[in-house]
Structure formats: structure tokens, C-alpha cells
């Protein structure tokens, strides 16, 4: 079984900055990718950004230039800088992390943590 920690969320002003942890521990194996969703109010859960095991990374358009993806393998964490915030930022963001053997696909979740962007 795998755990997800995240943290570093929280109320920031517009233009403001947060930085995004995501800690994996417990039974980890061929990590594929980690990355960063999120899920406003009323909306559906999307795509921030991810990175694959090849450090290769991949983001929304809302967010290009922005936010970043990192990651330290050494210690399987994930983090995501984030910059020049807007109000329409403001989601619980999920960290994912996606691991395989032959044939099969593991999607792992954290809890989620809050981030509200407001004046």
C-alpha cells in the first residue's frame, strides 16, 4: 500500500506564491509519473501538471508559466511551485502518483490539500 502526504497549502492574495509537497512512502515500485490535480467547486477534477520518471513534464494551459513541477527521486517527493496565483486557482489539489507492473496500472491519491486565493 502507498501514502501520499501532502502540504503546503493554504489562503494566499492574488499574485502570491505556494509551494506544494507530496511525500510517497510504503510499497513503491516502477514509478511511471507523479503529478498534481486539482478540483474546484461544482468542476470536475482536472489536470495541473505531471512529471514522468524521465523528468519529462506536461501542464494545463491555465497554468503554463506559472507553476512548476519538480521531483526528488531519492525521496519519491513531488512538489509544485506555484506563482503569480489567481482566484480561479483556488481548488483542493491532489497529488497522484502512478506506478506498473506488466499488465497493470496503479493510481495512487492523497488526501488533498486547500488552496484558496483571495484578497
Known amino acids: 500500500q502507498v501514502q501520499l502526504v501532502e502540504s503546503g497549502g493554504g489562503l494566499v492574495q492574488p499574485g502570491g506564491s505556494l509551494r506544494l509537497s507530496c511525500a510517497a512512502s510504503?510499497?513503491?515500485?516502477?514509478?511511471?509519473?507523479m503529478g498534481w490535480y486539482r478540483q474546484a467547486p461544482g468542476k470536475q477534477r482536472e489536470l495541473v501538471a505531471i512529471?514522468?520518471?524521465?523528468?519529462?513534464?506536461n501542464y494545463a494551459d491555465s497554468v503554463k508559466g506559472r507553476l512548476t513541477i519538480s521531483r526528488d527521486n531519492d525521496k519519491n517527493t513531488v512538489y509544485l511551485q506555484m506563482n503569480s496565483l489567481k482566484p480561479e486557482d483556488t481548488a483542493i489539489y491532489y497529488c497522484?502518483?502512478?506506478?506498473?507492473?506488466?499488465?497493470?496500472?496503479?493510481?495512487?491519491w492523497g488526501q488533498g490539500t486547500q488552496v484558496t486565493v483571495s484578497s
Open positions: 497522484n502518483l502512478v506506478m506498473v507492473r506488466p499488465g497493470t496500472r496503479y493510481d495512487s
Open positions: 512529471i514522468t520518471s524521465d523528468g519529462s513534464t
Open positions: 510504503g510499497s513503491i515500485f516502477n514509478i511511471v509519473s
